[in-house]
């Protein structure tokens, strides 16, 4: 380090004495010279960017020897073509006039040659198309022929399309056409079971009343003894001594089947609410009637509508 080591000006050269006064002479030298060779590190990097700057800038000024284009301002004007004197053209010299006195113009005896007319063969050849022609209408014929082609699929693409959708569309309304005509129907089966319904609890209802009501002329008549005289019977229409029971039903649903049943073979019936040992059932009976031939033949006809019905006497 004593190679980079300069003495600064104003500053006395230590005179060697103690021990204690070189040791920190020793301790501050090392840290003064790093500090100082960095800036001098950094003023030599600045001198030498403004000498690389002044260099680039200088050089070409300095060295230039091609001279700088000036600037021409010159008017430039154009002639009128109105104002341009028109050209004139130089007028044809015989060939005699144009010869030297040594010249003379030399006449050929052989005769000229004969136009030759073309031949019809040499017109035809003319007139036949080249291989390149020949090419390019065979490709314009089958560009035609191609998109002819497709124009024909396309239409028989869209026709195929539109019978489908009329396909389509035709069997929409037909299963339109069945699904009202099925509601319809279950409509109208639906009223007529509500109709025979209400119709047989009209009846029902009827009947309950007239039962009612000889049972109160048989206690009036009869003292008491509950059953309805014959005078009173004979009157109401119901005097006979048979019934057919169709059967005894635990639920509505079947009751009103088979009432239907009934009365669609042409057959009136009534119902009856008896308790049992299995709980409450509802009998479905038809009758009375006067004679066991009338109740066997309702019975037949129960039996043809597909109903069971046993002949039971009063």
């Known amino acids: 380090m004593a190679f980079f080591k300069f003495r600064q000006r104003g500053q006395s050269q230590p005179e060697p004495g103690g021990r204690s006064r070189g040791k920190a002479a020793a301790a501050e030298t090392p840290q003064e010279s790093i500090d100082s060779l ?6 030599r990097l600045v001198g030498a960017a403004v000498l690389v700057l002044l260099a680039v800038i200088g050089f070409p000024l300095v060295f230039d020897t091609q001279p700088r284009p000036v600037a021409v301002d010159a008017p430039i004007t154009i002639q009128d073509k109105d104002k341009v004197a028109p050209l004139r053209i130089p007028q044809p010299v015989p060939a005699g006039a144009s010869l030297g006195e040594r010249e003379e ?3 050929s005896d052989t005769p000229a040659a004969p136009v030759v007319a073309p031949r019809a063969s040499d017109k035809a050849d003319a007139a036949r198309p080249t291989s390149a022609e020949r090419a390019i209408e065979s490709r314009k014929a089958d560009d035609a022929a191609r998109a002819k082609a497709d124009d024909a699929q396309r239409a028989r693409r ?3 399309a539109r019978k489908r959708r009329d396909d389509e569309h035709a069997k929409a309304e037909a299963q339109a056409r069945r699904d009202a005509s099925a509601q319809a129907k279950r409509d109208a089966e639906a009223q007529a079971k509500r109709d025979a319904d209400a119709r047989a609890k009209r009846e029902d209802d009827a009947r309950a009343k007239r039962e009612a009501a000889d049972r109160a002329r048989a206690l009036l ?22 019934i057919v029971q169709v059967g005894a039903f635990a639920e509505d649903t079947a009751v009103r089947e088979a009432r239907q049943k009934a009365e669609r073979a042409g057959v009136r019936t009534y119902t009856q609410v008896v308790n049992t040992a299995a709980g409450p059932r509802t009998r479905v009976r038809v009758g009375p009637f006067a ?3 009338e109740a066997e033949r309702a019975a037949a006809t129960l039996k ?7 002949v039971l006497a009063l």
Do not use: M
């Not at 509950?226 to 006979?240: H, L, V």
């Not at 043809?304 to 046993?310: E, F």
């Open 158 to 160: 869209e026709e195929e």
């Open 291 to 293: 004679t066991r031939e």
């Open 38 to 43: 960095r800036r001098r590190a950094r003023h």
């Open 221 to 242: 008549e009869g003292r008491g003894n509950g059953k309805p005289s014959a005078p009173a019977a004979a009157a109401d229409g119901q005097g006979g001594r048979f």
């Open 304 to 310: 043809k509508a597909g109903l069971a019905g046993s």
């Open 105 to 107: 113009v030399v006449t």
